[in-house]
């Protein structure tokens, strides 16, 4: 692939750069891995030619909280509450599952994310029962051939595990990832996924902030999800520590008072916000409103596709109507209407793709379409209901598309998806392998995890 010159020619292009804006009829040239240049109209002889009128041409997506590992528990949690999920879930499954179960979630959910044009990915990896889970879930991404932040998880689903005594013993087991895959470049970036603040003792909290910062890897952290409870709470001990900071992505903060959110907006850290699980799991208001007032750039995630979709499409959509309703009620109720809407279309599109990067620490790589910028690029449309016809194509992308209607990806140059359909990849198989996984290690629960007490089976 090395200088493969290949030319997007005649999209809908819509950089997401401010310098470049959007070129209704334009033109982008990948050479190699790399977005050589964008522009209405570019001239080569010998490049390979995509043709994209009729289509929207953007970068990529990126999910900056995903935990792929659950893949193939889709939707078990249908009707669950977030204490469901907990005791269910992470107490009772996590330990069920074996190494290779974990790389066929990641692989068969980076494919999903792929499919759905995202091509950008927050892995938050908190199934580590071995060191081979570990492993697993990095060769998962690797497989599939995404770009991914693969956040290794602290997290212990039980007390007592022979492959790991203590915590200690995960910290070490980080550093080992660190130093395996860190090196090796590419489209894989080591960082760490924190324990919940509360579940662990604060000194094991604070040793795994420090176990980050030695390895100069990002963190993310599930924070202020939980009402009533301390557990995902702690921005205040975390800033008199000196442990907040721009290389974090605090996940939902739909608990925080504006003390938190002044003490995260003075340390430059990044918010992650999952409409699907939030509004779904009773975890609150989506805290777009706050970011907004605080001045942090809010990113979106879809988290687990254990309940909800595994798209940003449908991310951004909730996102949107949920803060358009959080705006409007108060105004309907007084007996009036609003008479101007404060969020746009393309407010979610930033979430969805330029902010996820900078949350990432990806911003330099992908995020927007710009000359030097790796070729992250997705093309949505050709025949499809929602692109056609397109008044407002920023419009069609956020209230009308879906993962079928992208129908090419590249991921630093490289093709993944052409003409709607997943390249080098035996789909069949992949989802095949996922339902025996699912299968077994169900099985291995009793299969008395799905039901929430006294509503049946299902
Ligand atoms: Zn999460």
């Known amino acids: 692939m090395d200088g493969e010159r290949t ?7 819509v950089t997401m750069d401010p310098a470049l804006g959007d070129l209704p009829g334009g033109d982008v040239l990948v050479e190699g891995a790399r977005i050589a240049a964008v522009s209405p109209h570019i001239d080569t002889g010998d490049a390979r030619l995509i043709d994209a009128r009729g289509h929207v041409v953007m970068p990529g997506f990126v999910d900056t909280h995903r935990h792929t590992w659950q893949t193939q528990l889709r939707a078990i949690c249908a009707d669950w509450t977030l204490a469901d999920y907990f005791s269910r879930l992470r107490l009772a499954i996590t330990p069920a599952y074996s190494a290779d179960d974990v790389y066929v979630g990641n692989y068969v959910g980076a494919l999903e994310a792929l499919n759905a044009g995202i091509t950008t990915l927050l892995d938050f990896s908190h199934c580590n029962n071995t060191p081979d889970h570990a492993d697993a879930a990095v060769t998962g991404l690797a497989d599939a051939g995404i770009r991914a932040l693969h956040c290794y998880g602290f997290f212990a689903a039980s007390a007592d595990n022979p492959a790991f005594p203590d915590h200690q013993q995960r910290r070490a087991d ?12 590419g489209l894989l970036t080591i960082g760490a996924a924190l324990t919940e603040v509360g579940l662990i003792p604060w000194s094991d909290t604070v040793a795994e902030i420090d176990a980050a910062r030695q390895a100069g890897a990002r963190m993310v952290a599930h924070t202020g999800c ?26 939902h903060c739909n608990t925080l008072n504006d003390a938190h959110w002044r003490l995260l907006a003075q340390a430059g850290a990044k918010v992650s916000i999952a409409p699907e699980t939030e509004l779904n799991m009773g975890m609150g208001r989506l805290a777009l409103g706050k970011c907004r007032e605080f001045g942090i750039k809010p990113t979106l995630s879809c988290d687990v596709v254990s309940l909800n979709s595994g798209d940003l499409f449908t991310q951004m959509r909730l996102a949107l ?30 979430w969805a793709t330029i902010n996820g990067a900078d949350a990432c620490g990806l911003a330099g790589a992908t995020g927007s379409l710009r000359p030097g910028k790796e070729a992250d690029i997705i093309l949505i449309g050709g025949d499809s209901f929602a692109l056609r016809p397109r008044h407002q194509p920023v419009g069609n992308l956020v209230f009308q598309a879906s993962a079928h209607d992208v129908r090419t990806v590249l991921v630093a140059g490289r093709l993944m998806k052409r003409d709607g359909a997943l390249l080098g990849v035996d789909l069949r198989a992949a989802l095949d392998r996922a339902e025996r996984s699912a299968e077994a290690v169900l099985a291995r629960v009793g299969r008395t995890v799905p039901s929430p007490p006294g509503r049946g089976s299902g």
């Open 7 to 13: 030319l997007i020619r005649g999209g809908h292009v």
């Open 174 to 185: 980080f550093a080992r990832v660190v130093r395996a895959y860190a090196s090796t470049g």
């Open 226 to 251: 939980i009402w009533g409870s301390t557990v995902t709470g702690g921005i205040a001990e975390m800033h008199a520590g000196g442990l907040l900071g721009p290389d974090q992505v605090h996940v």
């Open 321 to 350: 109507a949920y803060q358009r309703f959080a705006d409007n009620d108060p105004i309907n109720q007084s007996g009036a209407m609003p008479t101007r809407l404060e969020w746009t279309a393309r407010d979610a599109l930033e």
